[in-house]
């Protein structure tokens, strides 16, 4: 706790580690922790990465009822992480990064982007979908609690 009877959690600190190997046979670590709040049970999963190689953490959370198996709860998030890992929005085409299939789904972090653990300036976010040139677009917040 800190001076304001705050208390903090943090699943890399304190967080279970877990491993899953996504569909084209790569292994990613993360740490995962359950604890309540004022809503629920708030289940949270952070990628562990070397700081060095120019990559931002994944992070995933799902909000549970207060009377829910905490097994449960965590069993469901990792499956959502499995889900969302075997989905590639970007890839590398001459060097540079890509759509694909014309959708794109990430983290906005207030002064860059999160997509497929690439860690995007706002340049480089919108040089992604400069081949979409004259195209309609859609754009959509969810929470990230949300499945």
């Not at 562990?48 to 009377?67: H, K, M, N, P, Q």
């Not at 794109?104 to 207030?110: D, H, P, V, Y």
Request: proline letters at 1%; one cysteine or more.
């Amino acid at each position: 706790m800190d001076d304001n009877d705050t208390i903090i959690y943090s699943p890399l600190e304190q967080g279970a580690d877990f491993y899953i190997t996504d569909k084209w046979d790569k292994t990613h670590h993360f740490r995962i922790l359950s604890f309540m709040v004022g809503t629920g049970l708030l289940s949270c999963a952070i990628e562990v990465i070397e700081e060095s190689d120019g990559r931002e953490a994944r992070e995933y959370e799902l909000l549970s009822d207060f009377d829910v198996d905490i097994e449960a709860a965590e069993l469901r998030l990792k499956e959502k992480i499995k889900r969302e890992l075997n989905i590639k929005y970007l890839t590398r085409e001459y060097g540079e990064l890509s759509i694909r299939n014309n959708i794109m789904k990430g983290r906005f972090l207030g002064e860059y982007f999160e997509v497929d653990g690439y860690k995007l300036t706002l340049e480089q976010f919108v040089h992604t979908f400069s081949a979409f040139e004259g195209f309609k677009f859609t754009m959509q917040f969810n929470d990230i609690t949300d499945c």
